[in-house]
T-cell receptor
């Protein structure tokens, strides 16, 4: 157990629907990162939050949004889902933002299947 | 943005063999990490190594930041080493966009 909790582990839904993925960071970590991994693809950076504020943004679609709450958990909202959104969505956490000894710890991922 | 290239893309090893995986990056970094994604999809942090050399059991890593590359060594490989190895870097002008390479797929056969 890495200490980063992601729910749900698996999710099957239909095109056009909306889903919410949840992430609880490791105790003491203030940064949360979201990554998308499509089949046989690498890890695509979506967005990072630090202590409730957005700090870095990748190629996140307008249909996707995220936030980090005061208790530091984060949610990734995916709407108007398309077949191509089927992927493994990872959350990672780290103690701080920026460089230095800022080590990423990943959750087990949420596997989204859009039919 | 920073570019990260990993080589080779695929590697097939016989149990007991040694191997070297490479990660090249296009800009200055202040954070570099190696990860192993096992066949069940779990991502495990192997090393935080922005510079210098570290060892952990049969694995070791070296980063030469001035020449913009890092190497991951696997010695006496075991079937449990199978999976995909990723390096991730954070450029000095970024707060949190860790850029991952495409990975090296390693298969260790008995």
């Amino acid at each position: 157990d890495s200490g980063v909790t992601q729910t749900p582990k698996h999710l099957i839904t239909a095109t056009g629907q909306r889903v919410t993925l949840r992430c609880s960071p490791r105790s003491g970590d203030l940064s949360v990162y979201w990554y998308q991994q499509s089949l046989d693809q690498g890890l695509q950076f979506l967005i990072q939050y630090y202590n409730g504020e957005e700090r870095a943004k990748g190629n996140i679609l307008e249909r996707f949004s995220a936030q980090q709450f005061p208790d530091l958990h984060s949610e990734l909202n995916l709407s108007s889902l398309e077949l191509g959104d089927s992927a493994l969505y990872f959350c990672a956490s780290s103690p701080r933002t920026g460089g230095g000894a800022n080590v990423l710890t990943f959750g087990a991922g949420s596997r989204l299947t859009v039919l | 943005g920073i570019q990260v290239e990993q080589s080779p893309p695929d590697l097939i090893l016989q149990e007991g063999a040694n191997s070297t995986l490479r990660c090249n990056f296009s800009d200055s970094v202040n954070n570099l990490q190696w990860f192993h994604q096992n066949p069940w999809g779990q991502l495990i942090n192997l090393f935080y190594i922005p510079s210098g050399t570290k060892q952990n059991g049969r694995l070791s890593a070296t980063t030469v930041a001035t020449e913009r590359y890092s190497l991951l060594y696997i010695s006496s490989s075991q079937t449990t080493d199978s999976g995909v190895y990723f390096c991730a870097v954070l450029s000095t002008d970024s707060w949190g966009k860790f850029q991952f390479g495409a990975g090296t797929q390693v298969v260790v056969t008995p």
